[in-house]
């Protein structure tokens, strides 16, 4: 299960005891987490294309209602379009402090995996065609790569289209 780490090095975060639950089969990567260094940096790390890594966004409606949304690294969430898709008035990123407190992650180390509260989820859905992608493993400078079709699996996410160019 996992091939690049001994069992007894992988961090068994809250994320990794959900995967390893599922018999997930995924590879551990940790890598020097830089402070705001983003998906650019983790992708640099450990060579791989930042389209393939995963971000987790923790976001709200305008009733205060939490969401996940899981994007590829390279791309923005528009959150109009999120907020059209899902039928409410407004979308928009959570304060860092609330972020963590519904995911139970430090901001830098949101997993999709085994957050404190079950929070509806929805996945930019080009995402289920790599042929592999790299998301949070629950720790700051740890990734798990896996096939999107175990993620789609485990979390049974909603697939929508709101992805953005980023900003350079």
Known sequence: MLRSMGKDKVPVTS????????????????????????????????????????????MQDDAGQPLVVLMHGDREVSTKALARALGVKAIRPCDPAVAERHSGYQVGGTSPFGTRKAMPTYMEASIEALPRLWIN????????????????????????????????
């Open 137 to 168: 493993g629950g720790k700051r400078g740890l990734l798990v790569s896996m096939a999107p079709a175990e993620l789609v699996r485990v979390l049974s996410p909603t697939p929508v289209e709101v992805a953005i160019d980023r900003e350079h």
């Open 15 to 58: 994320a990794i005891r959900v995967l390893r639950q599922h018999r997930v089969d995924f590879t551990a990567h940790p890598y020097d987490y830089e402070p705001r260094g983003g998906t650019r940096h983790s992708a640099q790390c450990l060579g791989v294309d930042e389209h393939a890594v995963i971000k987790t966004l923790v």
